[in-house]
């Protein structure tokens, strides 16, 4: 793995994973980075070049002054795939890059080649179960002052334990994620706290604009309708963040897509799941690119 940053009127960070061939970009979740897809990016390199981005205000690539909105990390990773994938591309979405994923297809078809939605944050069909601690935690974040005083109270417990607990919210047993990867994502927490509040800022701008984009379900009906890309849709069964009646409303959505549930997984199966993530998405890769 490269540690490569780029000049997209501000510094970028991405980590390019090596492979030839079809690009393979991959799109991490809110408060996430690339260090989310540790787990099975070496082994996706076996398909294309795999290329993970961080997005303005997440991982390495700092806000400077930029916004960590959802329109403006979509046009974001459009430069991307433009500058650094140089043509159209297997877009791979985590929740937050689920949607960005999408709104980029749906944007800019030319860029995007196919996509892989995992756990993809998407509107709440209407029954779904919510989780109430999740619930709680996330309206917490969108009021004033509040917001701020959580993430403060999460700094103060250490990057170490921060972790940890984000890990046992987007897992189903987060013991499954392998030391090397929590380490991994620990040691970039602690160069992130270094940051100090602008981080902050950032996520709770983004969580902000995700939620207020959500809830317009008639525009994402829209804009998943006139996608032209083929998709493959990952959803864990045990998701606490995005119900799986969500997914199966979005699968519903687009007929010809591939829907397929990992049971007994949460948010990130990349992460928990790794070798049951694959198990599905290499066969997928191997039939598109024969396509």
Known sequence: ?????????????????????????????????????????????????????????????PSLGRTARIGANRRLLDRFLETVAGEPAVLMGNSMGGYLSLAEAAAEPGRVASLVLVNAAVPMAPGARVDPRTFALFAGLTLPFVGEALLRRRARRGPEQSVRDTLALCCVDSSRVTRDVFDAHVALARERATYGAVTRRDFLEAQRSLLGHLVLRRRFRRMVAGIRASALIIQGERDRLVQLESARALAAARPDWRFEVLEDVGHVPQLEAPDRFLAIVEPWLRTRAAA
């Open 1 to 61: 793995m490269r540690q490569c940053t780029i000049d997209l009127d501000g510094p970028v960070h991405y980590a390019d994973f090596g492979g030839t061939g079809r690009p393979i970009v991959l799109v991490h979740g809110l408060g996430g980075s690339h260090a989310n897809w540790l787990a099975v990016a070496p082994r996706l390199a076996a398909h294309g070049r795999v290329l993970a981005i961080d997005l303005a205000g997440h991982g390495r690539t």
